[in-house]
Structures are given as structure tokens and as C-alpha cells.
């Protein structure tokens, strides 16, 4: 007879992803073991394996939970009736608000996806790439003379704004909604303007 799901399966998923990325944050996905896993979600380590096989496992559905969330967050803006500036601040201030309380995650984002086979890997970045070309449209529609027909400035731009996105949770670890809105406009106003514009 096959074994049934338990009522709270989801929640002890999400529980041992968590834990885990907390894990593979501060150890690094090489040397964090199954028992350390075990041991930081606060469960045995034959219950971990009831829900994942192997840590690469546990690494993939990380990664690939955070990215998609993130991704059909990101993308899935409502923003009709916005200028592209305004897009521009909405989107930049969204993907700083979605990074709150997964520094974790993000740490294994950086880290750990080249642990995974390359099938995986293609698959997650393709949620990078989803989430690289929404941004990269707005800064296109924004000035559009600067980037027409020239595909590798328009992506170099796209790519220093997530820069400045990617590596807050580094120097700004924990900053609240208030201080994430505020480093937002400041990262839209110098995309927009320069440093003169600040």
C-alpha cells in the first residue's frame, strides 16, 4: 500500500528548504551534510530523506522554488497605465521588497547553482533570463534611440541595474521595506539620470 501524504507535507517542505538554505548559506552546499541539514530543520535525519533522496535534491528545489516565485513575481507586474520611468522604480523597487528575508537564498543562488547537472541549471537560469529581458524591455522603451540595434549596450545596462540589486543584501543585510523603497528610487534615479540626477 503506498504511504500516504501527511496534512502538513508542504509546510515541512518549505520548513527543510529553508533550514537548509540557511545551511548551504553558511557551510557552503560542498561541505553541509545531510545529518547538518537534519540537524538545523529539527527533524531526524531518515525524516529528511522521507522528503528529498539527496542534498543535491534539497539544492535544486531551492533554487528552483525561489527563482520561480521571484521570476512570476517580477514579471507578472501590474503596471498598466505607468510611464517607463515609472515602470522602471516599480520593477527595481518590487525585486529589492521580493529579496527581504531570503538573503539566504540568494547566497545559494550565487554559489551553488554550478553544483547542479547542467539540465537543471539551464532550466533555472532560464528564469534569470525570463526576469533579465522583462527589465531589459523597460530600459529599452525608456531611451530607446540609445539602445536600437545595439543589443550588447542594452544588456550591459540591464545587467549593471541588477548589479546594484544583487549584491544590497551584502552591505545592507536585514534593511526594512522603508530602506529597501528608498535604495530603489536612488538605483531608478541614477539609471534615469546619473549621478546629477540624484
Not at 520548513?15 to 531526524?44: H, N, P, Y
Not at 520561480?68 to 510611464?83: F, H, P, T, V, W
Not at 547542467?118 to 530600459?139: N, P, T
Amino acid at each position: 500500500m503506498a504511504r500516504t501524504i501527511a496534512k502538513d507535507h508542504d509546510q515541512k517542505r518549505a520548513q527543510i528548504l529553508k533550514s537548509a538554505a540557511r545551511v548551504f548559506a553558511r557551510e557552503g552546499f560542498d561541505r553541509a551534510s545531510m545529518t547538518q541539514l537534519a540537524r538545523e530543520c529539527g527533524i531526524s535525519k531518515a525524516n529528511i530523506y522521507h522528503y528529498y533522496d539527496s542534498k543535491d535534491a534539497i539544492l535544486f528545489d531551492i533554487l528552483e522554488t525561489y527563482l520561480r516565485e521571484l521570476r512570476d513575481l517580477i514579471c507578472g507586474i501590474e503596471m498598466d497605465g505607468l510611464s517607463a520611468a515609472e515602470r522602471l522604480h516599480k520593477v527595481v523597487a518590487e525585486i529589492l521588497l521580493a529579496y527581504q528575508g531570503v538573503d539566504d537564498e540568494h547566497r545559494v543562488q550565487t554559489s551553488g547553482m554550478s553544483a547542479l547537472p547542467e539540465d537543471q541549471q539551464k532550466l533555472l537560469r532560464s528564469y534569470q533570463r525570463d526576469m533579465v529581458e522583462f527589465l531589459s524591455g523597460i530600459i529599452a522603451e525608456i531611451a530607446p534611440d540609445v539602445f536600437r540595434g545595439d543589443a550588447v549596450k542594452l544588456r550591459s545596462a540591464t545587467m549593471s541595474v541588477f548589479g546594484m540589486l544583487n549584491w544590497y543584501y551584502m552591505w545592507n543585510s536585514g534593511a526594512g521595506s522603508d530602506a529597501r523603497e528608498e535604495y530603489a528610487r536612488m538605483v531608478s534615479d541614477l539609471t534615469l539620470h546619473g549621478v546629477p540626477g540624484l
